[in-house]
């Protein structure tokens, strides 16, 4: 079945590497992508519906660092890819 990588990280650099190729998150290849060493093979996006989320426990206050995270999230966020 071919190679396979514990981590995506490890999986991009074997691409890097001319070891094979990768199905990547796009943002994480982002400046490749950019500086023409790895190049997509389709523009076809494949949209998962997973996400992430920042939590903190219930009963606790999130801290003023926390809400600044909060807000640079939401900052970048809101740019275009």
């Known amino acids: 079945m071919g190679i396979k990588?514990?981590?995506s990280a490890l999986a991009y650099e074997a691409a890097?590497?001319?070891i094979g190729?990768?199905?990547a998150i796009k943002v994480f290849i982002e400046r490749q992508l950019q500086d023409g060493?790895?190049?997509a093979?389709?523009?076809f996006i494949c949209k998962t519906g997973e996400a992430y989320y920042l939590t903190w426990?219930?009963?606790a206050h999130p801290?003023?660092?926390l809400l600044r995270f909060l807000e640079w999230m939401r900052g970048l966020i809101d740019q275009p890819l």
């Open 5 to 7: 990588f514990d981590t």
């Open 16 to 18: 890097s590497m001319d």
């Open 41 to 43: 093979l389709s523009d």
């Open 63 to 65: 801290s003023d660092a």
């Open 37 to 39: 060493s790895f190049v």
């Open 21 to 23: 190729c990768a199905i």
């Open 57 to 59: 426990p219930k009963d």
